[in-house]
């Protein structure tokens, strides 16, 4: 049961700080399931997050994934309530409110204000897996040129992400790395 609490109160406490998405609190998470809950080692964790993002589907998936390691069926529902509930009654109620303010300039400058931070909490997000994940050469190759690749073009980063992919297996199953 405290188990089931201490999901609830975890994940509930980072859906209210998740501006921009679950993608932007993985550190966050990452800290709650390894460092102090210990739920799960960096691996483990770094695992369950490839799954969560290559299932289709909302990037809220790594709580439901999380909970499910944790406690089951009982933990994959409850980390999934207790993402997207409080996040959601918080928007709601927050859109009710500054529904009567969208006219005001205030409210612009409070709109353009939340986007940077956002994109600054994804590309922390992204550092900080990369820091967790990449034990190698091949893996710090992958990471700077997927980096290097996203920047720089405007190919879509599926594209990436397949290169990343099929040189990993190759470099395992031939015993390169």
């Known amino acids: 049961m405290t188990t089931l609490l201490d999901l609830f109160l975890t994940f509930a406490r980072i ?5 921009g ?19 799960m080692n960096t691996d483990t964790f770094t695992h369950l997050f490839a799954v969560a993002q290559s299932a289709p589907g909302p990037n809220v998936l790594i709580a439901s994934i999380i909970g ?10 409850v ?3 207790a993402m997207v509930l409080p996040a959601s009654v918080l928007a709601f109620a927050v859109g009710r409110l500054i529904s ?12 353009d204000a939340v986007v940077p931070v956002a994109i600054g909490l994804i ?15 091949l893996t ?3 990471v700077i040129g997927t980096l290097v690749f996203v920047y720089f073009t ?3 980063p599926m594209w990436a992400l397949l290169v990343c992919a099929i040189g990993g297996v190759i470099a395992y199953q031939t015993g390169v790395f």
């Open 15 to 19: 859906s209210l700080i998740a501006i």
């Open 123 to 137: 590309i922390a997000s992204g550092i900080e897996l990369s820091l967790y994940s990449a034990f190698d050469v």
């Open 68 to 77: 499910w390691h944790v406690a089951g069926l009982a933990g994959l529902l």
């Open 140 to 142: 710090w190759s992958m």
């Open 100 to 111: 009567h303010f969208t006219h005001r300039r205030e409210y612009k400058l409070v709109q």
């Open 79 to 81: 980390a999934t309530i």
């Open 154 to 156: 405007e190919a879509n």
């Open 21 to 39: 998405g679950a993608n932007a609190a993985i550190p966050e998470i990452r800290h709650a399931a390894v460092d102090v809950h210990q739920w």
